[in-house]
């Protein structure tokens, strides 16, 4: 048997309502993580499973001094031998991020997967039990070693690079629209179909032992008469880099091209993404990044490149060596 750690964090998963009926007004983070494996009566059929209460939040109060806990704690159990996987329980509004943030940090090829749910644990068709069942089964897996923090939901196994939250509401909103689920679980297995191919995990070089704070990352949205007053405030209140996300092929406006252009120069590092879904921001594209000295975040979306430029600004402040770190990761 598996020995698989549930690390919890609060969320939907955890949330309970005043109505079995009641699917969206509800209080999110209530149960502990001991209340929710109790209601799995076959988890002893398929690993060994201990629990931690890392936090009870809404995941939209996630932040850095807890990301930082949360990768050390994961860290440091993977380094003990009679260790095999990690499991987190996760508000669903911020998952995709501490996923990648953790597929970025975590020094191990073991298995990490984060699970949520849409409905809260007392809704007449919770999916919390289910989706906790099948990532620690999939934690459990040696088919999920080596592909980075993995994210499980609705019987869907997502890499938490491509994955998005797709709607506000539906149970199947976890997904990536372009590049695919990396597999299923399908009556008790996990059955891959793709592998991830940019760096992850124990292939990467972020270390963070040693990061008490993390540089000062914002993201802009693009819009029409867009003069660039956001961007002039972030840099005005600390900010060491911004994610720009533009206009289809990460475009902007003559006038914001020029406020960034001046931002760059200050040595703010600029990186462009796309507030549109998919696609990829191509470098030299919508924008002449060779002349204006811009990133750009290839297929991230603009909230996981801030982590990736947040991470690779604690390395270098060269936009040459940050491009590199974006293709690569």
Known sequence: ????????????????????????????????????????????????VYSE????????????????????????????????????THGTDTLEETAYFLNLVVQSAKPVVLVGAMRPSTAISSDGPMNLYNAILLAASPAASGKGVLVALNDTINSSRDVMKTNTSLQDTFKAPELGYLGYIIDGQPHFYRMPTRRHTHLTNFAIEDILLFPQVDILYGHVNDVGTLAQAAVASGAKGIIYAGLGNGNMSQQLRTTLSDIQKAGVVVVRSSRVSNGVVTRNGAIDDDYYGFVVADTLSPQK??????????????????QQIFWSH
């Open 53 to 88: 209460q890392i936090a009870q939040i809404d995941s939209a109060d996630m932040n850095h001094d807890l990301w930082l806990l949360l990768a050390k704690r994961v860290n440091a159990l993977l380094r003990e031998a009679a260790i095999d996987g990690i499991v987190i």
């Open 305 to 322: 490149a801030r982590i990736l430029l947040m991470l690779a600004l604690t390395q270098t402040t060269d936009p040459a060596e940050i």
């Open 1 to 48: 048997m598996k020995n698989i750690v549930v690390l919890a964090t609060g969320g939907t998963i955890a949330g309970v309502s005043h109505s079995s009926t009641d699917t969206t007004s509800y209080q999110s983070a209530i149960l502990p993580i001991k209340e929710l494996l109790a209601e799995i009566d076959s988890l002893h059929t398929i690993a060994n």
